[in-house]
């Protein structure tokens, strides 16, 4: 294997993590949200997860970055 393969798939593995983390962020935050919990590429971060309550209605240059979403897990019913 040489160098730029191992570095390519070093910079995968990272990626993996890092959206791995995200979503697991999101499915924790989804418990205690009414709103859908959004995961949106970052250029600093790598991802980062946004609450739909925060925004209301996503701006479209928000919409435009998102990977993945969760949606909400809490209830009123008891």
């Known amino acids: ?3 730029s ?8 593995q990272a990626d993996e993590q890092a959206l791995k983390a995200a ?3 999101a499915y924790a935050r989804s418990f205690h949200s009414y709103f ?14 946004v609450d739909e309550g925060d925004y ?3 701006p ?4 435009d970055r998102i990977v993945d ?10």
Not at 40 to 45: F, K, M, N, S
Not at 60 to 63: A, M, P, R
Not at 69 to 78: E, I, K
Request: glycine fraction near 6%.
């Open 23 to 25: 979503m697991h962020c």
């Open 5 to 12: 393969q191992a570095l390519e798939n070093t910079q995968r």
């Open 60 to 63: 479209q240059h928000l919409v």
């Open 1 to 3: 294997m040489n160098g």
């Open 56 to 58: 209301g209605a996503l």
């Open 69 to 78: 979403s969760v949606p909400s897990q809490m209830l009123d019913m008891f």
């Open 36 to 49: 859908n919990q959004y995961i949106l590429t970052d250029y600093e971060r790598g991802y980062i997860v």
